[in-house]
Each structure stands twice: as structure tokens, then as C-alpha cells.
């Protein structure tokens, strides 16, 4: 494996792009915002949320995940390499990262909905306080729907096509909450009224396959928010609409989540999105976390080189030239045992191969004590 020369310059990430897009507080306004207390004070002040007494509604800790390879491999697959991950309560995370970084893996994981397959090797799922990771199917299905959702690319994936869109989602309220049927039918509509379905009473008894790929989606949401989960994982919600529809679906997705006081883990490759939509990002690369925090901390100054490039690969993406960091996304067989972007990185050197750096806090003058990195060189 080659390295290239170590760069002494941090990165140029045209990070104002990212930040002037639709980023409703302009820098200022964090500045200006009226502050009960000094700078000074925020520093002595213990965070309780950092004791234990107050968990993250979801932590992901270590999260390790292989596949077997079946019979003829003897390398089996270990694409999760030790996530780390939170989500507060009534917060929007994105999790962002090349294709093959393992974002979808984590959400399956996070689900109890692993792919056949696939194994837990090591690691931690806590939602509300409590571990999940290894929580019996029965447990995992009083879960799912009710506190803990998930929304798909394809929204057809969400829905049964031989059932009723409004018939599935009374149904889901009934096997979760003691309605009656009438009162399910009628919440059923109340909801697609709300996704901004037309003529819901009428929408609600048409299948899926009468649905458009933006009302699918709208549809989808409805059935995801059904139960009033605690937090709403969304896999990449607008893939395969037009910008038009991405847009209002993904506004609807956080202002529903948002209305509910509920949480968002929104899955996407775009990061020109982020800064519209989330509070805090995770940025995935080879199965770890390579740097976590504020968005417009991350966005605006990343610490991980990689981070940089990806922000750099999107702004080149939007003035119409090649977009990819050069390089490939390593297919992972067995544990990590130096970074896995070091043969990409412009910053790596002997360094960065001396073992898998850990997402650590970042410290010093960068951005608040919530901004984490794994790179020796941060
Ligand atoms: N069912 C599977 N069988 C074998 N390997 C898999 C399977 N699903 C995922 N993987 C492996 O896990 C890696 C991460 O996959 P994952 O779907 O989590 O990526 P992703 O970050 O969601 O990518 P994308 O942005 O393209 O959706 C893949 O590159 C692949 O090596
Ligand atoms: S630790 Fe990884 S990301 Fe950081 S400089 Fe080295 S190769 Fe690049
Ligand atoms: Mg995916």
C-alpha cells in the first residue's frame, strides 16, 4: 500500500457552500443569540447529560458486525469495524459516508434487522437506556413501529401491496395501541392528511401501487410515525425522486419528527442536505465513525481529512466536475489494523499506520466538547 505525501495545510472544503444552503442560522445569529451565561461560565459548568443517569435515546457503542461468507470464503466480511454513535433526545442526526461504508449496516443493526447472514461481534446498542443488542425478536417487534422506526430508500419496501395503505396503517395502530377499529381507520387518514396526501379518505383506500414514488414516500412516512416512535431512522428517504420531491419529502420527514418531539437519524450520501435538516452529523467511513459533532462545526471546519475530501468531492459535485475521493471504498476481511483511509488520505504517513485511530474528543480551540475525531493527525 502506497501512502502520499503528508500535506501541512488543513484542506480546503468550500464549506461555504455547504453552510450558506438554506442553513437557517447564518453564522451571526449563533453569535448574537441572547446567552444567560458567559464563555467562561459554560466551561466550569458539569454537563449532566454526560452522566450515565442521563443516556443518549440511542448509543451505539463498539458496534462490530461480520458475515460468514458461506462455505467457500475464508475471509469473512466484517464491514461495522467498531461504530460509535448517539442520538439525544428530540435531536436530527445525519449519518453521512461514501457508498459501502456501512451506513445502512448500522440501521439494520440499530433494528434488530441484520441481513442473513450477518453477525454481531462485538459492541452495544442502547435505545432509552436499555441494550437491544442481542434483545429477543419478540422484544425487537414491540419496538419497531412503536418507539424505534425505520423509513427505506424504497418506500414500496415499508409497504404491503396487497393490503390497503390506510387498511396496513389502522392495522399497525391496533396491533399497538388498544383502539378500536373505526378510531385506527380514521387516525389512518388523519395521518396521510397530514404527510400532505389529497383526498386522504379516498388515497387511504388505494394499494401502494397506485401511489406516485413521492406520495409512496409521503405514505411510508404516515406508517413509520404511526405508532409515535421515539426516534425515526431514514435510509436515504429521497433517493429516486426528482430534486423537487426530495426536497418536500425531506422537509416533511424533519418537520413531522420535529412536530412529534420525537428523533431523526437520517441516512443520506448528500451532505449538501445536513446543514438543512440536522443539529449534529456522524461521518462514516469503512465501517467506524471517522468524526462526529455539530454540523456546522464539522461542515464548516472538519477535523478528519476525510471528512474534507468528502466535503470537497461534494462542492466539485456541484459545479458539475468528477466527484469521487480518489480511491476506492476497501472491502473489509477481518479487523482493521491501521486507518482505513490512510491509503487515500492526502495527511497520511507512517503514522496513521501504527494502529485504528479512536474517535476521541477532538479538545483544544475546535468546537465544543460534543466534537469528536478518530485521526492521529486531528
Ligand atoms: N447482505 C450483505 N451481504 C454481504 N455483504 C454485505 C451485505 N450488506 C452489506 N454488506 C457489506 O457491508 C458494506 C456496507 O454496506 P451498507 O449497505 O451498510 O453501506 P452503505 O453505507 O449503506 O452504502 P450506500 O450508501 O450505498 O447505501 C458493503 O460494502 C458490503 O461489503
Ligand atoms: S489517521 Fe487516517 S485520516 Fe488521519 S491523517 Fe492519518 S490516514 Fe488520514
Ligand atoms: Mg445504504
Known amino acids: ?3 502520499m505525501p503528508a500535506h501541512e495545510t488543513r484542506p480546503s472544503s468550500e464549506e461555504g457552500d455547504l453552510l450558506d444552503m438554506g442553513d437557517p ?3 451571526g445569529d449563533l453569535l448574537d443569540m441572547d446567552t444567560p451565561l458567559a464563555e467562561g461560565d459554560l466551561l466550569d459548568v458539569d454537563d449532566p447529560y454526560e452522566d450515565e443517569d442521563f443516556p443518549p435515546l440511542l448509543r451505539v457503542s463498539d458496534l462490530a458486525v461480520g458475515f460468514s461468507g458461506g ?7 466484517t464491514p461495522l469495524q467498531g461504530v460509535n454513535l448517539s442520538v439525544e433526545e428530540g435531536s436530527a442526526v445525519a449519518l453521512v ?10 440501521a439494520s443493526a440499530v433494528m434488530g434487522m441484520l441481513p442473513a447472514g450477518a453477525e454481531v461481534l462485538r459492541g452495544s446498542v442502547s435505545f432509552e437506556g436499555e441494550e437491544i443488542l442481542g434483545a429477543s425478536e419478540k422484544h425487537m417487534r414491540e419496538l419497531r413501529g412503536s418507539r424505534l422506526a425505520i423509513m427505506f430508500q424504497n418506500p414500496r419496501a415499508s409497504l404491503n401491496p396487497v393490503l ?15 383502539v378500536k377499529r373505526k378510531e385506527s381507520r380514521e387516525r389512518a387518514v388523519d ?17 401502494v401501487h397506485q401511489y406516485s414514488g413521492g406520495m409512496a414516500q409521503r405514505a411510508a ?4 410515525l404511526s405508532c409515535r416512535p421515539r426516534l425515526l431512522i431514514a435510509d436515504e428517504p429521497t433517493t429516486g425522486l426528482d430534486a423537487t420531491l426530495q426536497q418536500q419529502v425531506l422537509e416533511l420527514v424533519v418537520e413531522q419528527v420535529s412536530e412529534r418531539q420525537a428523533s431523526l437519524l437520517l441516512i443520506t450520501h448528500d451532505i449538501g442536505i445536513v446543514g438543512r435538516t440536522c443539529e449534529q452529523m456522524a461521518v462514516m467511513y469503512a465501517g467506524r465513525v471517522m468524526e462526529s459533532g455539530p454540523v456546522e462545526e464539522v461542515l464548516g471546519d472538519p477535523a478528519n481529512p476525510y471528512t474534507a475530501e468528502l466535503i470537497k468531492s461534494y462542492a466539485t459535485v456541484r459545479h458539475g466536475r468528477m466527484n ?16 482505513a483511509f490512510a491509503d487515500r488520505c492526502p495527511k497520511a504517513d507512517e503514522e496513521c499506520r501504527e494502529g485504528v485511530p479512536a474517535l476521541r474528543e477532538l479538545g483544544g480551540q475546535r468546537g465544543s466538547d460534543e466534537r469528536k475525531v478518530a485521526c492521529v493527525k486531528a
Open 1 to 3: 500500500m502506497s501512502t
Open 25 to 27: 442560522l447564518a453564522e
Open 71 to 77: 462455505k467457500r470464503s475464508t475471509h469473512p466480511l
Open 97 to 106: 459516508g461514501e457508498s459501502g461504508s456501512g451506513k445502512s449496516l448500522t
Open 164 to 178: 390497503t395503505v390506510g387498511g396496513q396503517i389502522a392495522e399497525v395502530i391496533r396491533v399497538h395501541e388498544d
Open 191 to 207: 395521518l396521510l392528511e397530514q404527510m400532505g396526501i389529497p383526498n386522504p379518505g379516498r388515497r387511504a383506500k388505494d394499494y
Open 221 to 224: 412516512l404516515a406508517m413509520a
Open 324 to 339: 469521487s475521493i480518489p480511491g476506492v471504498v476497501p472491502t473489509l476481511r477481518g479487523p482493521l489494523v491501521e486507518c
